[in-house]
């Protein structure tokens, strides 16, 4: 089972990014799938989940303070594919983003499939 994340890369302040996670070896139709960031020097920082669609009918999302309003998680048609758009990006936002998957946003810190993260840094 691997999870890849992409689309991180070099953004100024104000800018948006958004961010892919696919999977082999796992169907994401079936899972709750977060993301979460870790910066230098700090712990780990969920910043979304959306719930399982199979155990979940209609599609729930989750965000902390820090990056509601401007993070939005999505599906794909298939809903294989998890993107986080990220707007009205800044400097706090720089850190590495995995996405992770579970049976359930309640567990997802705790989740068993991790990617390996994408860097995405906010400069001027």
């Known amino acids: 089972v691997q999870l890849v994340e992409s689309g991180g890369g070099s953004v100024q302040p104000g800018g948006s990014l958004r961010l892919s996670c696919a999977a082999s070896g796992l169907n994401l139709a079936y899972y709750a799938v977060g993301w979460f960031r870790q910066a230098p020097g700090k712990e780990r920082e969920g910043v979304s989940c959306?719930?399982?669609?199979?155990?979940?009918?209609?599609?729930?999302?989750y965000y902390p303070d820090s990056v509601k309003g401007r993070f939005t998680i999505s599906r794909d048609k298939d809903k294989k594919v998890v993107y986080l758009q990220m707007d009205s990006l800044t400097p706090d936002d720089t850190a590495v983003y995995y996405c992770?998957?579970?049976?359930?946003?309640?567990?997802?810190?705790?989740?068993?499939?991790w990617g390996q993260g994408t860097q995405v840094t906010v400069s001027s």
């Open positions: 959306i719930t399982n669609p199979v155990s979940v009918g209609d599609q729930k999302t």
């Open positions: 992770a998957a579970d049976r359930d946003c309640a567990i997802i810190d705790a989740a068993d499939y």
